[in-house]
């Protein structure tokens, strides 16, 4: 099973600051099918990129990932109030398909 | 677009079974294109994935639950279903049910259903 390992476990940051999170993986991700998701409370989590950098329909220009292998990045520009959530990694190259922990991104 | 939409007892007694459905709207269940998937995410924590379906009825399950886990997909009713058996108080959990695409991922989720196993 491959475990994922995001960090921080909690970023303050202002409106308009950039964000960077991270996803460590145990061991190397298949075809870097890495995603990532945004979830507020009471939500589902909806998907914000996939294959480690593409983004997902609708989602905005702000919203990047990058990596490979093993260490992988979702940067957040130029931060919008609605960004302020949980963010999710997850690796889907292999079964169990498995998730972080998640990054708590907070108004600082 | 594409909706789903999970559906089940909200409250479960130990050692019972949990059921739920996943109703699909606004596309068909049968597409070769996709898995359909279930996740859960005990309150405060993070998500696990419990196993996913192909409309022929390929099943994956995680295995830390697929003793007591059993997935089914009714076509005719454009619907899949989650059974897990001899619940705890650890299942208790907000339940999701997601499509899912090889290189996309799980990329449309239903809105969840909050499920607690408590006598």
């Known amino acids: 099973e491959i475990v994922l390992t995001q960090s921080p476990g909690t970023l303050s940051l202002s409106p308009g600051e950039r964000a960077t999170l991270a996803c460590r993986a145990s061991?190397?991700?298949?075809?870097?099918?890495l995603a990532w998701f945004q979830q507020k409370p009471g939500q589902a989590p909806r998907l914000l990129i996939y294959g480690a950098s593409t983004r997902a329909t609708g989602i905005p220009d702000r919203f990047s990932g990058s990596g490979s292998g093993t260490d992988f990045t979702l940067t957040i520009n130029r931060l919008e109030p609605e960004d302020f959530a949980v963010y999710h990694c997850?690796?889907?190259?292999?079964?169990?398909?498995?998730f972080g922990q998640g990054t708590k991104l907070e108004i600082k | 677009q594409l909706q789903l939409q999970e559906s089940g007892p909200g409250l479960v007694k130990p050692s019972e079974t949990l059921s739920l459905t996943c109703t699909v709207s606004g596309g068909s269940i049968s597409s070769s294109s996709y898995y359909w998937g279930w996740i859960r995410q005990p309150p405060g924590k993070g998500l696990e994935w419990i196993g996913s379906i192909y409309y022929g009825g390929i099943t994956y399950y995680n295995p830390s639950l697929k003793s007591r886990v059993t997935l089914s997909v009714d076509t005719s009713k454009n619907q899949f279903s989650l059974k897990l058996d001899t619940v705890t108080a650890a299942d208790t959990a907000v339940y999701y049910c997601?499509?899912?695409?090889?290189?996309?991922?799980?990329?449309?989720w239903g809105q969840g259903t909050m499920v607690t196993v408590s006598s």
């Open positions: 061991q190397s991700v298949i075809s870097n099918y």
């Open positions: 997850q690796q889907y190259g292999s079964t169990p398909y498995t």
């Open positions: 997601a499509r899912i695409t090889v290189v996309e991922a799980f990329d449309i």
